[in-house]
């Protein structure tokens, strides 16, 4: 366990892995969720990494994300991805 401020336990950038994308383009419009009933929060931008890796990179920091979490991205009410934070 790390304690810490809510701040430190913040972060704007997460990684996953078993990352699927069923989009094309930039970001645009694309909010991402990482809890069940959770505020969906802006995503700036998507980068592919290798081997179904991602790194996104988040509008608003999101607080206390954890290995093993799921991450859904959404643009309007559709799923257009996902991954499995690390």
Do not use: K, N
């Amino acid at each position: 366990v790390v304690v810490g401020s809510r701040e430190q336990a913040s972060t704007s950038t997460i990684r996953l892995r078993d990352s699927r994308m069923d989009y094309t383009g930039d970001a645009t419009g694309i909010t991402a969720v990482l809890r069940y009933h959770s505020s969906p929060v802006p995503v700036e931008a998507i980068r592919c990494l290798p081997y179904g890796g991602a790194e996104v990179s988040l509008g608003t920091p999101v607080f206390g994300a954890a290995a093993g979490q799921s991450c859904v991205f959404y643009r309007d009410d559709e799923v257009v991805g996902g991954g499995v934070v690390v």
